[in-house]
């Protein structure tokens, strides 16, 4: 249910699951999607793992979390959180997390919403932790080795 936000108003039986983008670590592939639309303000990511050696076009391959993995945190004014991307830091010490959010409620797909960005770690599991979303304008370190 988590990844069925709201539809579109002319389309209430239409859901959206998108954005797909991949993080490779540690021998398993991660698909990570955005999971609800731009317009619903409890958007959040979900995750699909497989092991990289595995056949990566057979559905048996992946697994599915049952949570998201990254979700709104209205108690930090950050909501529909979607559309996520990876980079690592210059000199290859971290790993962050790239996504668009917004800062007030029902502010939909226009322009209210903004590029955000934070590190992340990665769990025993070799699985990534994404956290917590932090509040826009929040002050947060350079990514290291950045200049």
Do not use: M
């Not at 599915?64 to 980079?87: C, M």
């Amino acid at each position: 249910e988590w990844e069925w936000s709201e539809p579109i108003p002319d389309a209430p039986d239409l859901f959206v699951n998108g954005g797909p983008e991949v993080l490779i670590h540690k021998g398993s592939v991660f698909l990570i999607y955005s999971a609800g639309a731009c317009w619903a303000d409890d958007s959040s990511l979900g995750i699909l793992r497989a092991r990289a050696d595995a056949d990566l076009t057979k559905p048996s391959s992946w697994s599915k979390s049952s949570l998201p993995v990254f979700a709104s945190a209205p108690e930090a004014q950050v909501l529909g959180v979607g559309q996520s991307g990876f980079f690592p830091s210059p000199d290859g010490n971290e790993d962050w997390i790239i996504y668009h959010a917004r800062s007030e409620p029902g502010g939909g797909c226009g322009d209210t919403r903004s590029p955000r960005a934070q590190s992340f770690a990665w769990k025993p599991d070799g699985s990534p932790e994404f956290g917590v979303p932090i509040s826009a304008g929040t002050v947060i370190p350079k990514p290291s080795g950045l200049k």
